[in-house]
């Protein structure tokens, strides 16, 4: 093999393991898109809560449960 052709098949095997990462986490966009249907909200609260997940580093979770209680916090809903 020459060292071209180990490099792109190393740089393949590299992606596909970042891309496998990647997709076992869930996006703030994803986890709105599924809450919406439950918990109302309006466009400038989406963009808010949006951001205040981005400002604590969160744009992206390991599944769409781990932002209920920030989404809850966030609308003012007491369980």
Same mark, same amino acid.
């Given at each position: 093999?020459?060292? #071209?052709? $180990?490099?792109?098949?190393? @740089?393949?095997?590299? !992606? +596909?393991? =970042?891309?496998?990462?990647? #997709?076992? $986490?869930?996006?703030?966009? @994803?986890?709105?898109? !599924? +809450?919406? =249907?439950?918990?109302?909200?309006?466009?400038?609260?989406?963009?808010?809560?949006?951001?205040?997940? +981005?400002?604590?580093?969160?744009?992206?979770?390991?599944?769409?449960?781990?932002?209920?209680?920030?989404?809850?916090?966030?609308?003012?809903?007491?369980?």
């Amino acid at each position: 093999m020459t060292e #071209s052709k $180990y490099k792109q098949s190393k @740089a393949t095997k590299q !992606s +596909a393991q =970042t891309h496998s990462v990647a #997709s076992d $986490y869930v996006t703030v966009e @994803a986890f709105i898109r !599924s +809450a919406r =249907t439950i918990y109302p909200m309006t466009n400038l609260q989406v963009v808010g809560f949006k951001n205040a997940m +981005a400002s604590k580093g969160m744009k992206s979770a390991p599944s769409l449960e781990f932002y209920l209680p920030y989404l809850k916090h966030y609308l003012g809903i007491n369980d």
